[in-house]
C-alpha cells in the first residue's frame, strides 16, 4: 500500500511520485499496489482540476484506488451541492486556485455574484470529477491502520467518529498518546518532516510550498517513506503563469 499526502493542486508532484511508485511496483514482481489518497487533492495549488483527472483516470484503469474526503474537498462538494454561501470560506482557504484551474476566468471572478460564481463552475465541473468526490471515503481500514484525513477524537470508538473530526480535527488527536486500537495514518496538520509516533503517522509536509509530497509506503511489517523530488511553490507558479 501507498498512502500519498495533502497534494493541493500540486500534479507535477503528484506525477513525481507516482512515477515512483510504478519504478518501486516494477521490482516488486508485478505484485499490484493499492493507492490511498489521504484528501485535500486541491486548493491552494495551481491544478486543483489536473490533480482530480489523474486520480479520475487511475481508478478508470482498474487500478486500487482508495481517495478521502478532506476538509477542503467537504467545501468544495458542498458548493457543487448548491452551498454558495461557502464560496467566501472557500476562497479563504485556497479555493481560488481551484476555480482558475477549472476554466473560471480572471473576469467571471472579479464581477460574479457568489450564486452565479458557484453556478458557473457547477458548470465547468466534469461529472467524472464530481462523481470521484461523491464517492470518497471517510476512512480506510487495511490491517493494522486507519487512514484518514485529518484525525480521530480520542476516546471515541473507530466506528463512532464524527464527520466533522475526521475532516478537522487537530489538537485533541496531534496531543494524544492514546493506543487508537490501529496506527492512524493522516494528513491535514503540515509539519516540516513526517511524524511517526506510535499511535499515528502523519504524512502532511506542505506541499504546496514546500515542493515536497510524502508518500507513506507499506507491505506486511515493512514501512518506509519516500518524497517527490522538491520543486518550490516559485517555480510551480512561473511554469503555471507561462
Known amino acids: 500500500m501507498y498512502a500519498i499526502g495533502d497534494i493541493h493542486g500540486r500534479c507535477d508532484l503528484l506525477d513525481d511520485v507516482l ?9 516488486n514482481a508485478g505484485n499490484p499496489s493499492e493507492i490511498i489518497f489521504l484528501g485535500d487533492l486541491i486548493d491552494r495549488g495551481p491544478e486543483s482540476a489536473e490533480v482530480v483527472e489523474r486520480v479520475v483516470a487511475l481508478r478508470a484503469s482498474g ?6 474526503l478532506g476538509n477542503h474537498e467537504e467545501v468544495f462538494l458542498r458548493i457543487l451541492q448548491g452551498e454558495a454561501n461557502l464560496l467566501p470560506m472557500f476562497i479563504k482557504i485556497g479555493g ?5 484551474s477549472y476554466g473560471i476566468t480572471r473576469h467571471e471572478y472579479d464581477t460574479l455574484s457568489n450564486e452565479a460564481l458557484a453556478e458557473r463552475i457547477r458548470e465547468l465541473v466534469p461529472p467524472t470529477h464530481l462523481a470521484l468526490l461523491n464517492d470518497c471515503d471517510e476512512m ?3 490491517g493494522d491502520y ?3 484525513h485529518a484525525g480521530i477524537r480520542p476516546g471515541i470508538p473507530l466506528a463512532e467518529q464524527s464527520e466533522n473530526d475526521l475532516r478537522w480535527i487537530r489538537n485533541p488527536f496531534l496531543e494524544s498518546n492514546a493506543d487508537h486500537g490501529r496506527i492512524i495514518v493522516h494528513g491535514h496538520t503540515v509539519t516540516e518532516e513526517a511524524e511517526l509516533r506510535t499511535n499515528r503517522i502523519g504524512i502532511d509536509t506542505g506541499a504546496v510550498y514546500s515542493g515536497r509530497l510524502t508518500v507513506l509506503g507499506i507491505d506486511g511489517t515493512r514501512r518506509w517513506l519516500f518524497e517527490s523530488a522538491a520543486k518550490p511553490a516559485a517555480e510551480t507558479a512561473r511554469r503555471s503563469a507561462a
Open 96 to 100: 481560488r486556485e481551484t476555480l482558475f
Open 146 to 148: 486507519v487512514f484518514v
Open 19 to 27: 512515477q515512483q511508485i510504478a519504478a518501486q511496483d516494477a521490482k
Open 140 to 142: 480506510v481500514f487495511r
Open 63 to 68: 487500478r486500487s484506488i482508495s481517495v478521502l
